[in-house]
Each structure stands twice: as C-alpha cells, then as structure tokens.
C-alpha cells in the first residue's frame, strides 16, 4: 500500500485571503514601535513561550542552547519530518535516527523504550498530517527514562476557542500547544499551515536556562529585512490567485507535463519559504510579528473545536466529512488516526496504485498528488532492540506492508523516502524547501 495525499480543494491554500495581504503590505510600510508590539504579544503568550522567525529557527536555537555532546541521538518519533529538521540536527553534530510507523493507521510505537540506546537525548513527537497523535504515554515514558521531549506541532496549531464558548468537552478548548508535560513544543505559522501569518513559530521551552539562553542567542542574530516580508507577501499572494485561478494552473500543469518538468515539486517548492540557514538564523521582522499578533488574537478563526463559528477547520471537517465517506463507500481507506481533533490540511488515503489514483482524482477536480516531497523518512532507522519487547499489535512495520501490497511496477510512497535526496543547508537554494 502506498500513501497518496488529496488536499482538501481550495482550503490548503486559501488562507493567505486579500484582506490579509493588504494588512500585511500595510504593516510593511507603517512605522511602529517594535518594544509594544512585542508586549502585546507577551501579553497573549505564556510566559513560557517565545516568538521566532519559524520552527526551524527555534529548532536551531534550541540545539545551540542545549550544547550535547557530539554524537548524541535524536529520536524522531514517527521517523517522517521535512528534510531540514533532520539537517538541522546533523548540523549540530548529533545524529538523527527515526522510529518507524508500525503501520500506516498507528504512527507511534506503543513503547520508546525498545529504540533508545545509551546515546539517546532528545525524543522529536511530531504530530503530522493535521492530527494530533495521542502521546501522553510516550511523553511520560520519554521522561522516565530520562530524555528531553520536543513536540512538533508545526502541522497542528490548533487555535483557541473564544473565552465564552470554551466547553470543557472539547478536547483542546484552549487551542493545541502541545502537551503540557512536553519539555518543548514547537508551533508554525509558515506558508500553507493553519492561521497562516505566511512566517513565524512559536516555541514553549519549561527550563528557564534553556529558554534564557535562546532568547540570549536569538538576540544576537539579524532582524528580517520589511523587504524579505514584502517579497513573501507578494510572492504568496500571486501563488494563491494562480492555484485558484483553474485555468492558469491548469495551463502550468499541461506545460510541466509536456517538458517532463515535476509540477508537484514546483509547487512544494513555491510554498516552501527560506532554505538558507542564513535566513532560518533571523529574528522575526516588526511586519511578521505585527500579523503574529493579529493572527493570535483571531485565533477562534481556525478553531479546531468551534464548529459554530465559520472557523476554516470548521469547514474543512465539513469538506472531510463527506469526501471520506464517499471514499471509504468505494472502498478506500483515508487515514483517519489521531485523537479525532483533525485540521484536515491534507487526507492522505492508502492506494495500491497511487499515481493512477492522483491521475484520476485530478480528473475529477481534486487536487491530488503522489508524492512527498516534503516529508520524507528519516535515513537512519532505529532498530528495535528485541522482538520481544517490539511493541505489535500484530500489524506489519509501514515498509513491510509496502513491499506486501506493492503491484509490480509501482513505486510507492516508502519507495520514494528511502532514496531520499540529501540536502545540505547551508548554500541551498530556497526552491528545494
Ligand atoms: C513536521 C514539520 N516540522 C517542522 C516544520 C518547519 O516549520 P517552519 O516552516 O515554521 O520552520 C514543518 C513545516 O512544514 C513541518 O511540517
């Protein structure tokens, strides 16, 4: 089986919205006082929490600040994140390693134990695809077992429900930051993520050292240039008039086809913001921080739990709803795992065939791809240290499974990340992220 992505039609794109832009390119010319801007953020932020330019950046400052020894590991738990995560760790010369999904329906283990060695500092939980993994289990066992926990929610901002609606029976009335017990949770508000502010993270550090020594760190690192955001702004807002606009993509599309070029790579790399380590080693400019705040504040506007409210989730889950319904009377499975808060950005959907399944799909009007370009596996896999102790429900590992259901001649998703390219931050080129 292989994994195959639907988007879910004009939501993934669609919430850089005119207004915004117009906000944003105002914000960009209007002089403003830095110090109050960053008070008011302070104001709606924990105090445990800090703003920077994106995940990668507190990622970075992150392993600066917690100086391990060279050649520690760092576990990636499910072992699937984007390239420059795992650069980043490599570039602090500690050494990545990732647990793979037992199968395409439980993306973690039911024990950490089994795949931590003597090396082993930092447990990664990255909750991907929208959902939110239930890892409670996992956090607790991580810390009893003496490692640092790093939630990854950088696909899973999920915001606030506003003060007089919140109900206890939603699971995450308060927005999903995270795990409280998580010793680190990391929150994007880069191109394509949910409350898009097209740039920004957000980073909850416990240790008031640690947290210190970033902010010490991130001090000394160079404002973003209004002129970079003026550029991401106007680059992000032609891009979404030209996904909705069928015609021209549909053109691009045909074009790409027709010179043998990779249209889904183009457009990753279209969304993909800065590549350099350069750019990732910035503080956020006063323009970003500025829409931070205003993204922050309207926070009930994707509101996971909200369904009252018009919140885009809302209406994605409205979307979900119907399209995995029709799917699985058909007869194909759609990924569905998580603790039910699901953002829908994307559905990925399990197919034998995926990229005739895409070729379909896009015929009729879905905007489907086959490949994953983004996330890929991380290289080194752990290895269980006993079989006895391998945590199984009975299910096959992710790439067992593949090589079962594959057909002859298909390549499917596993395939794809195993031969993953090998980027190298520094001097990248912005277009490969
Ligand atoms: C799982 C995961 N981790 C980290 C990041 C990096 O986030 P940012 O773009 O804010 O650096 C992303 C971004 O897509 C992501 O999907």
Redesign the pocket.
């Given at each position: 089986m292989a994994l195959l992505k639907i988007v879910i039609p004009a939501v993934c794109l669609g919430h850089a919205c005119p207004l915004l832009t117009g906000v944003i390119l105002v914000a960009c010319f209007t002089r403003r006082d830095r110090q109050s801007v960053e008070k008011q953020l302070q104001q709606i932020l924990s105090p445990e929490e800090i703003v920077t330019l994106?995940?990668?950046s507190a990622f970075d400052l992150l392993l600066s600040a917690l100086d391990l020894p060279r050649g520690s590991e760092v576990l990636f738990v499910p072992g699937i994140?984007?390239p420059?995560?795992v650069q980043l760790v490599e570039l602090h010369g500690l050494q990545p390693v990732g647990v793979d999904p037992l199968s395409p329906q439980q993306m973690l283990p039911s024990q950490l134990e089994p795949f931590v060695t003597t090396q082993t500092r930092v447990v990664i939980i990255?909750h991907?695809f929208g959902t939110i993994h239930k890892a409670g289990h996992l956090i607790r066992e991580a810390k009893d077992l003496g490692l640092l926990v790093v939630e990854?929610c950088?696909?899973s901002f999920l915001g606030a429900m506003p003060a007089n609606r919140r109900s206890l029976a939603a699971p995450w009335p308060m927005g999903f930051r995270g795990h409280e017990s998580a010793d680190v949770c990391l929150s994007?508000f880069?191109n394509i993520k949910t409350l898009t502010a097209l740039g920004g993270?957000l980073a909850r550090i416990k240790d008031p050292k640690v947290r210190a020594e970033m902010q010490e760190l991130q001090s000394t690192w160079p404002t973003r240039r209004t002129s970079h955001r003026l550029f991401t702004v106007l680059g992000a807002s032609f891009f979404k008039q030209f996904c909705l606009t069928p015609c021209l993509y549909g053109l691009v599309e045909t074009l790409c086809a027709t010179l043998g070029l990779d249209f889904d790579g183009l457009i990753v790399s279209s969304v993909r913001?800065f590549g350099k380590l350069e750019y990732i080693r910035q503080q956020p400019s006063l323009a970003l921080l500025e829409c931070l705040l205003r993204r922050l504040r309207e926070q009930h506007m994707a509101c996971f739990e909200d369904s009252s409210l018009q919140s885009s989730v809302a209406k994605r889950r409205r979307v979900a709803k119907v399209v995995v319904e029709r799917l699985s009377e058909e007869g194909i499975d759609c990924l569905t795992y998580g603790d039910g808060s699901n953002a829908w950005w994307l559905l990925p959907i399990l197919s034998t065939n995926p990229k005739n399944m895409a070729k379909d799909l896009l015929s009729y009007g879905f905007d489907a791809t086959n490949t994953s370009t983004?996330l890929q596996r991380v290289a080194s896999i752990a290895t269980c240290k006993s079989a006895a102790t391998r945590p199984s429900d009975g299910k096959d590992s992710l790439e067992e499974q593949e090589e079962k259901h594959k057909p002859q001649g298909t390549k499917g998703r596993i395939g794809e990340m195993t031969k993953q390219k090998r980027y190298k931050l520094e001097g990248l080129e912005a277009r490969q992220y």
């Amino acid at each position: 089986m292989a994994l195959l992505k639907i988007v879910i039609p004009a939501v993934c794109l669609g919430h850089a919205c005119p207004l915004l832009t117009g906000v944003i390119l105002v914000a960009c010319f209007t002089r403003r006082d830095r110090q109050s801007v960053e008070k008011q953020l302070q104001q709606i932020l924990s105090p445990e929490e800090i703003v920077t330019l994106s995940v990668r950046s507190a990622f970075d400052l992150l392993l600066s600040a917690l100086d391990l020894p060279r050649g520690s590991e760092v576990l990636f738990v499910p072992g699937i994140t984007i390239p420059a995560m795992v650069q980043l760790v490599e570039l602090h010369g500690l050494q990545p390693v990732g647990v793979d999904p037992l199968s395409p329906q439980q993306m973690l283990p039911s024990q950490l134990e089994p795949f931590v060695t003597t090396q082993t500092r930092v447990v990664i939980i990255s909750h991907l695809f929208g959902t939110i993994h239930k890892a409670g289990h996992l956090i607790r066992e991580a810390k009893d077992l003496g490692l640092l926990v790093v939630e990854d929610c950088a696909q899973s901002f999920l915001g606030a429900m506003p003060a007089n609606r919140r109900s206890l029976a939603a699971p995450w009335p308060m927005g999903f930051r995270g795990h409280e017990s998580a010793d680190v949770c990391l929150s994007s508000f880069g191109n394509i993520k949910t409350l898009t502010a097209l740039g920004g993270g957000l980073a909850r550090i416990k240790d008031p050292k640690v947290r210190a020594e970033m902010q010490e760190l991130q001090s000394t690192w160079p404002t973003r240039r209004t002129s970079h955001r003026l550029f991401t702004v106007l680059g992000a807002s032609f891009f979404k008039q030209f996904c909705l606009t069928p015609c021209l993509y549909g053109l691009v599309e045909t074009l790409c086809a027709t010179l043998g070029l990779d249209f889904d790579g183009l457009i990753v790399s279209s969304v993909r913001g800065f590549g350099k380590l350069e750019y990732i080693r910035q503080q956020p400019s006063l323009a970003l921080l500025e829409c931070l705040l205003r993204r922050l504040r309207e926070q009930h506007m994707a509101c996971f739990e909200d369904s009252s409210l018009q919140s885009s989730v809302a209406k994605r889950r409205r979307v979900a709803k119907v399209v995995v319904e029709r799917l699985s009377e058909e007869g194909i499975d759609c990924l569905t795992y998580g603790d039910g808060s699901n953002a829908w950005w994307l559905l990925p959907i399990l197919s034998t065939n995926p990229k005739n399944m895409a070729k379909d799909l896009l015929s009729y009007g879905f905007d489907a791809t086959n490949t994953s370009t983004q996330l890929q596996r991380v290289a080194s896999i752990a290895t269980c240290k006993s079989a006895a102790t391998r945590p199984s429900d009975g299910k096959d590992s992710l790439e067992e499974q593949e090589e079962k259901h594959k057909p002859q001649g298909t390549k499917g998703r596993i395939g794809e990340m195993t031969k993953q390219k090998r980027y190298k931050l520094e001097g990248l080129e912005a277009r490969q992220y």
